[in-house]
């Protein structure tokens, strides 16, 4: 889990996070890992993000070695739907690293 963090989270959270992985479908979680990291993916994923519409708001973590902010913006350079956001030392989970800022931004994309 370390790899996907840049600041460290609580014991409890950790703790949290590796139960939610055991418990995980096993099925239900590689047929996420195949669909979502592939050479399909990275050819159809542009095409989904150009036909979302619905206000959608993309939040990415500035340090994210998984998925990089770049590609984040990418994204939302598709589309005028897309409100993006950029959490300044995050990595993969920003929602774990930086709790408040993150329901910070949820609110305000949410009370529009």
């Known amino acids: 889990m370390a790899r996907f963090l840049h600041r460290p989270i609580d014991k409890l959270e950790k703790i949290a996070f590796l139960e939610d ?3 995980a479908d096993y099925e239900a979680a590689s047929g996420t890992i195949y669909t ?5 993916a ?3 994923m542009p095409k989904k993000f150009a036909e979302i519409s619905v ?3 993309l939040v990415s973590g500035e340090k994210d070695i998984i998925i990089p902010a770049e590609m984040g913006q990418e ?8 409100e993006y956001v950029e959490m300044a030392k995050t990595a993969h989970f920003p929602m774990l ?4 800022t993150y329901l910070t931004k ?7």
């Open 21 to 23: 992985f055991l418990l």
């Open 55 to 57: 206000p959608t708001l």
């Open 75 to 82: 994204a939302a350079r598709l589309n005028d739907k897309i």
């Open 97 to 100: 690293e930086d709790k408040e």
């Open 106 to 112: 949820v609110k305000e994309f949410l009370s529009l």
């Open 42 to 44: 990275v050819e159809t």
């Open 36 to 40: 979502s990291v592939s050479k399909k």
